[in-house]
């Protein structure tokens, strides 16, 4: 009996470190993909980058501070390069509140955006996230907006604004009302891409068979959308 | 395949139980990094800022095995090694070397990453590294503790022969 409690004993643990993975696993994931049939319109225009005839609409809930959101800016601005008029990416904000400058990151993309380059900024802000996300973000944000040529003062203001932050809450409400509670999340055509399909090579298998069997995007661009072409890479 | 048995009682029991108390926590540690990992959800430092940058990553996973996986095996099994020493099977204790050193040669590599290429730290991998230290502490302890007590169980042996 005796020489049995040790494995009894080791069993258990196994038993239970497997169970618990097994539950807290399923605590924090759904399987069940999210498909957006209603829920908050978001930020308008949208930030949506890409062809207007696109078939495929990927639309990415993101926080500037996260790094997975990082890796997969880097993924969908080559999908969007492979894919020129077949796909089209909208950028919601969704900035978590663990990280200490994501919203004021948010405002920076926002405040470029009033001055027509928020995919610039977008894609600045992702590819230098390492070096603001430590210490103080504004310089390196007026930074940037010297890069792209914006008028800097106009740009600091902005950030300030009450429009720019109303901007990123509606996003923020548009996540919460189709049950976003991650990121990045993104949905293609309107259904939740898993998170472990978010590699450059399962997204494409995933577009392809939407391309190949998948009906029309039902989410056309608005009259007003921020629509900006596929830039073929990150800006100088 | 004498020395597989118990033999009578392990030397140190208390020792060897704190070091499964220590790999539990450790496990524990590791299965939330992998299903944190698994899921896609952002780990939520609480002291230091750095959870997201160092679990995302090419250092946080091999191919798409999550490197806290690993390390979740690596904690059961030096529970397992410590529980088994803990009720006297002697030769446990090699195989509970093995592992704590390899998970000590890991920790310290993981630790130079966060330092000097990420500059970023996650506290749940800082527990690891603690738990793993404090393992290492504890087994290289026992060694001590043999061998400060052979001369004595030498002579038992030689008062029952």
């Known amino acids: ?236 | 395949m004498s020395n597989s048995r118990p033999a009578h009682g392990s030397p140190h029991p208390r020792l060897f139980a704190s070091v499964a108390l220590l790999s539990l926590a450790g496990l524990a540690d590791s299965i939330y990094l992998t299903v944190t990992h698994l899921t896609g959800e952002n780990a939520a430092c609480f002291a230091s800022s750095g959870c997201s940058e160092v679990l995302s990553s090419v250092y946080a996973s091999v191919g798409k095995i999550p490197l806290a996986a690993f390390g979740a095996w690596g904690y059961f099994a030096a529970f397992s090694c410590a529980i088994l020493a803990a009720f006297g099977y002697p030769r446990v204790r090699t195989f509970l070397t093995v592992i704590v050193a390899g998970m000590v040669v890991t920790t310290l590599w993981l630790l130079y990453v966060q330092a000097f290429v990420l500059h970023a730290f996650c506290d749940f991998c800082l527990i690891s590294a603690a738990l793993s230290l404090s393992l290492s502490a504890l087994v290289a302890t026992s060694y001590f503790i043999k061998r400060r007590h052979r001369p004595a169980a030498e002579r038992a042996v030689l008062l029952e022969s």
């Open chain 1, 1 to 236: 009996m005796r020489r049995a409690l040790p494995f009894a004993i080791i069993g258990a643990v196994l038993v239970l470190a497997a169970g618990g993975g097994l539950l807290l696993f399923r605590a924090k994931y759904s399987s069940t993909p999210i498909k957006i049939a209603a829920g908050k319109p978001g930020g308008e225009p949208s930030h949506l980058r890409g062809s207007a005839q696109a078939r495929v609409t990927l639309e990415e809930f993101g926080d500037f501070q996260c790094m997975p959101c990082g890796i997969l800016a880097a993924t969908l601005l080559k999908v969007e390069h492979d894919y020129a008029t077949s796909v089209r990416v909208i950028f919601r904000h969704f900035p978590l509140s663990n990280h200490a400058h994501a919203f004021t990151a948010a405002c920076a993309a926002e405040a470029a955006g009033l001055q027509g380059r928020f995919w610039e900024m977008h894609d600045l802000l992702f590819q230098n996230a390492r070096h603001w996300s430590k210490g103080d973000p504004l310089p390196f944000f007026a930074g940037y907006a010297a890069t792209l040529g914006l008028d800097v003062e106009r740009f600091k203001k902005d950030m300030e604004s009450e429009q720019v932050k109303t901007r990123i809450r509606q996003d923020q409400e548009r996540g919460v009302s189709i049950a976003v509670d991650r990121t990045p999340t993104l949905f293609l055509n309107g259904v939740q891409v898993p998170f472990t399909s978010l590699d450059a090579a399962d997204l494409r298998r995933t577009i392809d068979a939407e391309l190949s069997g998948g009906a029309p995007t039902p989410v056309p661009p608005g009259p007003g959308s921020n629509l900006q072409t596929p830039t073929p890479g990150p800006p100088k």
